[in-house]
């Protein structure tokens, strides 16, 4: 088998991998469909659509920053497979409920608010269940090819979803029913995950001591990553870039309705090329072989900032689309090298409360950053929102490696990685 796919060796694996890529392909053609319904709701006042779409991802991604913690002592404490199948059944309830209020026509703006933030609470703790996961289910020396492949998972549901969105939205009618039944079939396609995870042979998965119960569980996760320069220096990175960044779902909902004037179809489309980028990234990424180094997430960031800062100022619907590959790419490369540094090098016993903490600073900043990123849109305009991040996400990255670069560069021997991660 080629080295990019040698983890689907492991039957357990590709069960999981296969339930993922549907539901990645449903997950993004929920966005997509999600954002042009809160479009519509909001249509005519470009200044209300964008404050509200900010709004949105703000409370989808609230749930994330506030729960990590306790979500990461849960994956820590708690049977991931089960975990995992409540996560999933809870987020496709919700994603069923957002559709059927659509379907029927009396969806409010604040019912969006409210199912979003529902559903993000699920997602608080399906990700680091999620990630964490995946030792349990992989040798250590197929560990960082799965991680890639999940990243590829994701992406090819990236690359599939937001234009197959974009084409059913604009056969509906580009109406609210419309979005409805494209969420429909997110919330259908969380039965996967939920089968994938079930038909696994649990004698042949690898789970890790679950965590003892005790006082101060949370702190000590703290304590260690503070204790470590050289993950402080890829979460500092990662922050930025996530919390100013990687607002892209509403950044380019901006950028072809109010700059471009495009429709569905068209905006649909830009997550698809994006994710032609992300691809490509994590097909490289699974298929290389040495360990990522911390310094890695520092030059892919430095590269996804200044391609954002670019795309800001194309002069065409055309020239956005062919540039935003790159954006994917470098954004990719860059979460791809956190994650695997962080996965391959911290103790089992520590590992969901340490991904737990990765996710909240990645993902948990958007209740900040989109909320700013749309009030920047609805003030300065569209283009500034791409702009604005990309810088922000650059002086973080910086800020990151003068703080912590000196201190992280040493590297672990490699049969102490395979301690850590046996």
Request: hydrophobic share 55%; charged share 10%.
């Amino acid at each position: 088998m080629s080295p990019t796919f040698r983890a689907l060796r492991v039957r357990n694996y590709r069960l999981y991998a296969l339930g993922g890529v549907v539901s990645n392909t449903g997950t993004w053609m929920q966005r997509v469909a999600q954002d042009w319904l809160v479009l519509t709701l909001h249509h005519g006042s470009a200044a209300e659509a964008s404050t509200a779409l900010g709004l949105t991802t703000a409370l989808q991604f609230l749930p994330i920053l506030l729960l990590s913690p306790y979500a990461g002592l849960v994956a820590d404490r708690m049977p991931k497979r089960q975990l995992l199948q409540l996560t999933q059944a809870w987020m496709g309830t919700c994603a069923l409920l957002l559709a059927a209020v659509a379907l029927a026509g009396v969806v409010e703006p604040w019912m969006v608010f409210v199912i979003a933030f529902a559903f993000g609470a699920g997602a608080a703790f399906d990700a680091p269940a999620r990630q964490s996961f995946v030792s349990e289910m992989v040798e250590a020396d197929d560990l960082s090819n799965a991680v890639g492949l999940n990243s590829a998972s994701f992406n090819l549901g990236r690359v599939v979803g937001p234009a197959l969105s974009g084409v059913l939205i604009a056969a509906g009618g580009s109406g609210v029913r419309a979005t409805g039944a494209v969420i429909a079939l997110n919330g259908l396609s969380y039965l996967a995950v939920i089968g994938a995870l079930r038909l696994m042979r649990v004698d042949e998965l690898l789970p890790v001591q679950r965590a003892a119960r005790g006082k101060g569980m949370i702190r000590e996760g703290v304590r260690y990553v503070r204790g470590r320069p050289d993950l402080m220096m890829v979460l500092v990175a990662a922050f930025f870039a996530g919390t100013f960044g990687m607002n892209f779902q509403m950044t380019s909902a901006l950028m072809a309705t109010q700059v471009f004037d495009k429709g569905p179809g068209e905006y649909g489309v830009l997550g698809s090329t994006l994710a032609i980028g992300s691809l490509t990234a994590a097909l490289l990424g699974a298929r290389r072989v040495a360990r990522p180094r911390p310094q890695w997430v520092i030059v892919a960031g430095l590269a996804f900032g200044s391609v954002e800062i670019a795309l800001g100022l194309m002069p065409s619907y055309l020239t956005f689309a062919l540039c935003t590959p790159l954006l994917g790419l470098s954004l990719l490369t860059m979460l791809n090298s956190a994650n695997t540094t962080v996965q391959l090098s911290v103790d089992p016993a520590m590992r969901g409360r340490v991904m737990s903490l990765y996710m909240m600073v990645v993902m948990g900043g958007t209740p900040f950053g989109a909320p700013v990123v749309g009030w920047v849109g609805a003030v300065f305009g569209a283009r500034w929102t791409l702009i604005g991040g990309g810088a922000m996400s650059v002086l973080g990255v910086l800020l990151a490696a003068a703080l912590f670069g000196g201190s992280s560069a040493r590297r672990l021997p490699r049969r102490d990685v395979n301690t850590l991660v046996a």
